[in-house]
């Protein structure tokens, strides 16, 4: 069984701050990558960022230069810093893990429940 729990989602002020956390437990063998997505009402979920266990990063272009995803390996958690916010970036923000767990075979993706960011004034 494995679970990703997300924290740190809220309100905050257009050009303000937030950092999303996101751990990832249960029976991991191995992960290969964390990332984050979100999801705005009427829209499809799209990619924000992600990692690899590695350290190499990849950014929508949306958010370059506002966004720093970072992940610590030794406790399986991956986070968000959100810079410079927009109200455009409101949306249900989701973790995402590929990963593989013990006693299967390959790498498969788990999502986290999403965490609410929204920015108004």
């Known amino acids: 069984q494995v679970q990703l729990v997300e924290s740190g989602g809220g309100l905050v002020q257009p050009g303000g701050s937030l950092r999303l956390s996101c751990a990832a437990s249960g029976t991991i063998f191995s992960i290969n990558a964390m990332g984050w997505y979100r999801q705005a009402p009427g829209k499809e979920r799209e990619l924000v960022a992600d990692?690899?266990?590695?350290?190499?990063?990849n950014y929508a272009d949306s958010v370059k230069g506002r966004f720093t995803i970072s992940m610590d390996n030794a406790k399986n958690t991956v986070y968000l810093q959100m810079n410079s916010l927009k109200p455009e970036d409101t949306a249900v923000y989701y973790c995402n893990a590929n990963l593989r767990a013990y006693y299967t075979r390959g790498y498969r993706s788990y999502w986290g429940q999403g965490t609410q960011v929204t920015v108004s004034s």
């Open positions: 990692i690899t266990s590695g350290g190499s990063t």
